[in-house]
């Protein structure tokens, strides 16, 4: 089948090229655009609390405003405000209000808004919307930070802007530059590696090229499939699309291409060479996507409706990808020939490749001292893991000093620190009036909780028969102890002391954190093994063996921890951070145990192909460390470096990512992939293909063709980096 492929793209590429561009132009002007949510339903299903609350606020408080900044007023000094700075203040709201920002409704303060010490006094924005992060909101706090020199003109105080929409701003425009740098840090770094590796200006571009055509196809398809068939997808998944695309289709260009130039060392023709190289690759190729494709797909059983929406769109992405590596790449470089590796010729000798057989003849000589070395590594990076910890507070990775950030920190100074997004109680009766004396009893049990700083009177909805509690905790809204108050003590004192015939819910931000952990932790059970299950799949299908993906697999795991583990050891440990991003493992999962396995895919079916030309178990380690060693080390620098520039950020949650999906790489390329996995198989021998012993006989079938030459026993190249 591959090879039907790769003569049809090779023999017709104007053809195919023209197919690619229709497509990708047609899509970009006909599919509809990506629509950007922010439904809490995008984190959670509507079973749990938090989102019922969410519901129940809705109907029973329909005019219910949250403040979506807060102002944070002090003297310049830091002394205690007097009369006349809390008449400014009131003055100073008042004026605010009087400029009818775009979104806000209203900007008020009250008496009771100045902190117990005195040093501090609050106001509340409201607005006229639920979304709190579009960008008219955006701009409204911009034009209200613009008029805040005017508005306090002759007074002794400044005020900072905090609160969700503020922090969003002041996120997005710190990132601005940072994305922007890591984008044309990733393309140079692509690019300079590739002309380095190769030495070829247009092999540098091309992929660059491509990958472009494949985002767009890509985005169009999302599109479409979530307009067609209902599926989840949402405009932010495009930044991580272009991760993704860059990652994958360098990696399965580099698979192609290498093995193509080994083809045209033989002394095959540019087409013949091309038509062998996918008809050789296309299978390793398309288990590899299939691999990261069901991975992705396992997180539609997701409990989280964002990650339910990410797999379709990934899943998608690396199809398209897989497509344009059997056809696309093969129809360009036919066009282009030899030319595309101008002006190098090394592609017209073999060079003398010390490095990749010096790494191929040591793990074929000593499989057993190799194997335990390696898995040793791996195992004393994964204990690092045991000491994971999930920090939900994003907030706590931005750059201090943003204004928001250090608005947050004075106001929690002087006030609780859950004063800024209270904890909320409802408490709903069958029907009936809630009676007034059983709802203050209850109060003052919540009051009593252990950490609950206040608890605000008991407001009623016009029909009576639902009662609101704001309640501020001792604890940062977004902190561990917040988390564990609200998911534990909290809720269960609430729902204990329910009025008769009542039932209390407790939500707000603190409790979607409760259950996105418990989300969390449920996927892990199940996404987790399901995907697992499925990839060890698709490589027995691959491998037709039973033996060789069970160890395959419980390499992987053991990648994983190394791989989590060692970024516990350096941010939680060296640095000194209090977690990591509760999403991180996820993210490991995603980029390293799913793309990741490409390469032990590559190598597995380069040793496959090694034994079924007869040789023994250790001539074919050789050969395949040696040969694959090349494509292997230069893919995963190549995504590891893609993924390493996140590292420039500030944000210390997209540092966590950079390093970890960077490393993790790192280990699975040149310890798992290179070492743990051949030296396991050599020391297995026939036993790693059972039930399928055709391998210990020479290879009978397969590709044929005209100056078809035994695979040589040197290496395909040396990494030049």
């Known amino acids: 089948m591959f090879g039907r492929i790769g003569r049809f793209s090779v023999h017709r590429p104007w053809l195919v090229v023209a197919m690619w561009v229709i497509a990708a132009v047609g899509l970009a002007i006909l599919a509809p655009p990506l629509k950007s949510s922010t439904d809490q339903a995008d984190f959670l299903p509507s079973h749990y609390e938090s989102v019922r609350v969410t519901k129940l606020q809705e109907q029973a408080f329909p005019q219910h405003e949250t403040a979506a900044a807060i102002l944070v007023y002090q003297r310049s000094d830091g002394g205690k405000l007097s009369a006349a700075d809390k008449a400014a203040v009131t003055e100073a709201t008042s004026g605010f209000q009087d400029e009818k920002y775009k979104t806000f409704k209203s900007v008020v303060t009250t008496p009771e808004a100045v902190s117990k010490d005195g040093k501090m006094a609050l106001a509340n924005v409201y607005l006229t919307e639920k979304d709190l992060y579009n960008e008219d909101t955006q701009q409204s706090i911009k034009d209200l930070r613009a008029d805040r020199d005017k508005l306090l003109k002759g007074t002794s105080l400044k005020v900072d802007v905090t609160g969700p929409s503020a922090s969003a701003l002041d996120s997005i425009e710190s990132s601005g530059d940072t994305d922007a740098m890591i984008m044309m840090a990733t393309l140079v770094l692509i690019i300079v590696l590739l002309g380095a590796i190769f030495r070829s200006p247009l092999i540098a571009l091309m992929p660059v090229l491509m990958i472009l055509v494949m985002f767009i196809m890509a985005q169009g398809l999302i599109a479409t499939a979530s307009d067609l068939f209902g599926l989840e997808a949402d405009s932010s998944v495009s930044a991580i699309l272009i991760v993704v695309l860059f990652g994958v289709g360098t990696d399965y260009m580099l698979f192609l291409l290498f093995r193509y130039r080994e083809h045209l060392r033989k002394g095959q023709e540019p087409k013949e060479a091309l038509v062998d190289a996918v008809t050789r690759v296309g299978e390793t190729i398309a288990s590899a996507a299939g691999a990261v494709i069901v991975a992705f797909l396992a997180l539609v059983l997701s409990t989280m409706g964002s990650m339910r929406a990410m797999g379709p769109s990934l899943a998608i992405s690396v199809a398209v990808t897989l497509v344009a590596a059997l056809t696309l790449v093969p129809a360009v470089f036919s066009l282009l020939g030899t030319k595309a590796f101008w002006p190098s010729k090394a592609w017209k000798k073999v060079p003398r490749n010390r490095l990749a057989n010096g790494v191929g003849s040591l793990v074929s000589r000593r499989p057993g001292l190799i194997a335990a070395v390696s898995a040793g590594v791996l195992a004393a990076l994964a204990v690092g893991a045991l000491g ?65 700083g206040e608890v605000s009177p008991a407001v009623l909805n016009p029909k009576g028969d639902v009662a609101q509690f704001n309640v501020v905790l001792k604890y940062r809204p977004a902190s561990e102890k917040a988390i564990e108050l609200v998911a534990g003590e909290l809720r269960d004192t609430a729902h204990d002391s329910a009025p008769e015939d009542a039932k209390v819910l407790v939500g707000g931000s603190t409790a979607v954190l409760a259950d996105i952990e418990d989300a969390v932790n449920h996927d892990y059970r199940l996404v987790f093994p399901v995907a697992g299950l499925a990839i060890m799949l698709i490589l027995g299908l691959l491998l037709r063996s039973v033996v060789a993906p069970l160890y395959l697999m419980l390499a992987v795991g053991l990648g994983f921890a190394a791989t989590l583990g060692s970024t516990v050891w350096l941010f939680q440990n060296v640095r000194g951070e209090n977690g990591l991003l509760f999403m991180l493992p996820i993210i490991v999962y995603l980029f390293v145990v799913a793309i990741g396995t490409d390469y032990n895919i590559l190598m597995v079916a380069r040793l496959r192909e090694e034994v079924r030309k007869g040789k023994t178990p250790a001539e074919a380690v050789r050969l395949a460390v040696s040969q694959s060693a090349p494509t292997i080390g230069s893919a995963a620098i190549i995504l590891a470096g893609t993924f390493g520039v996140l590292m420039l950020a500030s944000n210390t949650m997209l540092q966590q990512m950079g390093f970890a ?61």
Request: aromatic share 8%; glycine share 8%.
């Open 388 to 452: 994971f910890k999930a920090e939900f507070d994003t907030e706590s990775s931005l750059p201090k000093d943003l204004e928001s950030v250090q608005a947050m920190a004075d106001l929690q100074k002087s006030f609780s620190a859950g004063e800024s997004d209270p904890s909320l109680v409802y408490v709903q009766s069958n029907g009936d009036k809630l009676d007034p004396a059983a709802l203050t009893g209850f109060r003052q049990k919540l009051g009593a909780v252990e950490g609950v």
């Open 661 to 721: 999906v960077a490393f993790g790489i790192l280990l699975t390329a040149f310890i798992m992939a290179l070492l743990l996995v051949p030296t396991v198989t050599a020391m297995l021998g026939s036993k790693a293909w059972w039930p399928n012993h055709r391998h210990d006989s020479p290879e009978t079938s397969g590709v044929s063709g005209p100056g078809r030459a035994e695979e040589p026993d040197a290496a395909d190249e040396t990494v030049r980096v």
